[in-house]
């Protein structure tokens, strides 16, 4: 039963990315869409080597650290790998910042750095949700976040004429 429910999870939010990215390619101008994509790497590459790793520990030790009644030390000792990372993210933002007199390189670096912090807490309790087997609850979250994300996105883009930034503000919204 739980196949069906991570099937769901991810069909939908495919789906969208596959409406998403044809629709906003054509919408947004290349020099905006070279911004985004290089700055997006550059946190996503963060992420990777700052915040995977994290969900991955949880993944695998959260039982071990319950079952023996140590489920504080644990989450202590999570959140303080957390706030080192995240204070990496916003030192590796502030340079960015600083180094580049650009505005809108200045806004979507701001916008970026906000972006992986909120999305790395978000992920990490939604982890929890899986671990527990509640896949129903994790894959109905998931799925509310990613469509009125693009709902949020649409809206900001479309209606209030907000430009690139939008791709991140609009996760940083769900997010929080």
């Given amino acids: ?9 991810a069909f939908i939010p495919a789906i969208i990315g596959f409406i998403k990215s044809p629709l906003f390619t054509r919408y947004f101008t290349p020099v905006e869409y070279g911004y985004y994509s290089l700055i997006f790497i550059t946190f996503n590459y963060l992420s990777i080597g700052l915040y995977s790793w994290l969900l991955h520990c949880i993944k695998r030790y959260y039982y071990n650290y319950k079952k023996n009644n140590k489920i504080n030390a644990f989450i202590s000792n999570i959140a303080f790998l957390f706030l080192t990372s995240t204070l990496i993210v916003f030192i590796t933002t502030l340079v960015m910042i600083i180094s580049n007199k650009d505005q809108f390189f200045q806004r979507l670096v ?38 009125f994300s693009f709902l949020t996105l649409c809206f900001m883009t479309f209606i209030l004429n907000y430009r690139i930034e939008t791709l991140f503000v609009s996760l940083i919204i769900i997010d929080f």
């Fill in 1 to 9: 039963m739980d196949f069906s429910w991570y099937f769901v999870g």
């Fill in 110 to 147: 701001l916008c970026a750095g906000v972006q992986i912090v909120f999305t790395q807490v978000n992920a990490m309790i939604l982890i929890i949700y899986r671990i527990q087997g509640k896949a129903y609850a994790y894959n109905f979250i998931n799925t509310v976040k990613t469509i």
